[in-house]
């Protein structure tokens, strides 16, 4: 999962203001990801950089970027009109934290890779809806194909992810069937399913991509 998470998060792209033209989107995905990558290589070369701070400086290039409300309303399906505001509020926090938290431990553990953006196709286009793809390359030489999901927000004139495919595993899915598998395992019980959300990211994934499997 923490491979998963960091290639997604890795190639997250900055808000993209003005019309919804996928030229656009497509443009500022590989500065924002060279961005990143420099701000991560700055402070892994400081003397002392804490946990707080690597979750900072991650939340600061990526944050306004990832619409988190509608992750979370997709993650929770049909438990979301259950919940109540509270639980949604709770939910979302500590998805949002588990998620950069993880990231953020992830991307000590990233040696020497390359990103190598694709060019887009017309059938995956639209103002609304956009599809970028990618392949991050490993120094192994391992190829792993990204394919982010993006919408244009009206409200807020931007470009923002919702969903991510990596090399073939649908991450809102993923995430979908942990968050049901959860309340399951906890009679439905959505606040004690909320609490073991961040533990069950904290532990092994059932989904590893490991380069000697050639996944």
């Not at 996928?22 to 500065?31: F, G, Q, R, T």
């Not at 409300?69 to 109540?84: E, I, N």
């Not at 017309?122 to 990618?134: D, G, I, P, Y």
Request: proline residues 2%; charged residues 25%.
């Amino acid at each position: 999962m923490k491979l998963l998470l960091g290639l997604w998060l890795t190639c997250v792209l900055f808000p993209v203001w003005g019309e919804g033209n996928p030229e656009d989107a497509h443009k500022l995905v590989s500065e924002r990801i060279q961005a990143l990558m420099a701000r991560i290589e700055a402070l892994k070369n400081s003397e002392i950089v804490d946990e707080k701070a690597r979750i900072l400086a991650v939340e600061e290039v990526i944050g306004n970027a990832v619409d988190f409300k509608r992750m979370t309303r997709r993650v929770m399906a049909k438990y979301y009109k259950k919940s109540s505001k509270q639980q949604k509020n709770d939910f979302h926090d500590v998805f949002k934290s588990t998620l950069l938290n993880t990231y953020a431990r992830g991307l000590w553990e990233f040696e020497d890779y390359k990103i190598r953006l694709k060019p887009l196709k017309n059938a995956h286009q639209s103002q609304r809806n956009t599809q970028v793809e990618l392949e991050v390359v490993t120094a192994s030489g391992q190829v792993y194909s990204v394919i982010q999901s993006l919408f244009f927000h009206k409200k807020h004139q931007r470009w923002m992810i919702q969903n991510v495919i990596i090399s073939g595993v649908n991450i809102g899915q993923l995430f979908r069937d942990q968050f049901a598998r959860l309340v399951t395992n906890h009679q439905g019980d959505l606040d004690l399913a909320i609490k073991a959300w961040s533990l069950e990211l904290k532990a092994p994934s059932v989904i590893k991509i490991k380069e000697e499997e050639g996944a």
